[in-house]
């Protein structure tokens, strides 16, 4: 399902609000304030993708969301390490790490184990492990710059990359996120935001089959408040995979909203 090479890139703009100065306000009781970059509550940043972004890679994938940018490179399928030990299974390993100028605090780039944990789970569910019997295909995550969000951009971004490697998948794994502030639900939080924040949850899924990958919850949360949450995560799941769609086709994709 995949679309290799250097196919042009596409983009994805939400509908554009009117700018407007009044300060950030996160408060409980306040349901008045604005977001510091304009946004509405439920409306994402506009979102980049390209593919063929690593020439030695089996497949690559670059991802931009406002100030959070992703690479993501797949290498393999290859001869598992386990090799003498039989399994009708391919074997999946994903690393995710961030740049010593990822974040704000210089200097400070190292390999997120948890997140290559929950970005492995998000996947495994969505790849046909059985095509690839005896080997390992490598899924290596850089996070560039850190700007919030930035597991589900990383998880949207592998999600190409494998597409774009040729590794077979029942549908491409999207992920976004949603952070309480107050009374408030804010999809697509940026980093100031999430500093903020109650809690948060985070919603992977494949939007072809509707069926969700992964689903993390942080803080305290109301049954409604989760309901609502999850709605606003899978409507803007199958908007961002029809912008990752239209990127493997090739030249000329974009999609504004």
Known sequence: MAGKGGAAPSTYSPSPTTQKTKSLIFGNDDI????????????CRPAFFKTGAVNAAAGSAYAEFGNTKVIVS???PRESKKAMMYSDIGRLNCNVSYTTF???????GSDHKEFSSMLHKALEGAIMLETFPKTTVDVFALVLESGGSDLPVV??????????AGIM?????TSVSVSGLGKNLVIDPILEEESYQDGSLMLTCMPSRYEVTQLTITGEWST????????????????LAVVMRACLK????????
């Not at 990822?102 to 400070?108: D, I, K, M, S, Y």
């Not at 998948?169 to 794994?173: G, K, T």
């Not at 408040?225 to 899978?234: D, H, V």
């Open 32 to 43: 008045d304030w604005v977001r510091s970059d304009g946004r509405e509550f439920h409306q």
């Open 74 to 76: 797949v290498f393999g």
């Open 102 to 108: 990822a974040t704000p605090v210089r200097g400070q």
């Open 224 to 239: 409604p408040k989760i309901n609502e949450g999850m709605q606003i995560c899978l409507d803007a799941c199958s908007k």
């Open 155 to 164: 998880i949207s971004c592998a999600s190409l990359a494998l597409a774009d």
């Open 250 to 257: 090739g030249p000329d994709s974009t999609l504004e909203e």
């Open 169 to 173: 998948m029942y549908d491409l794994v």
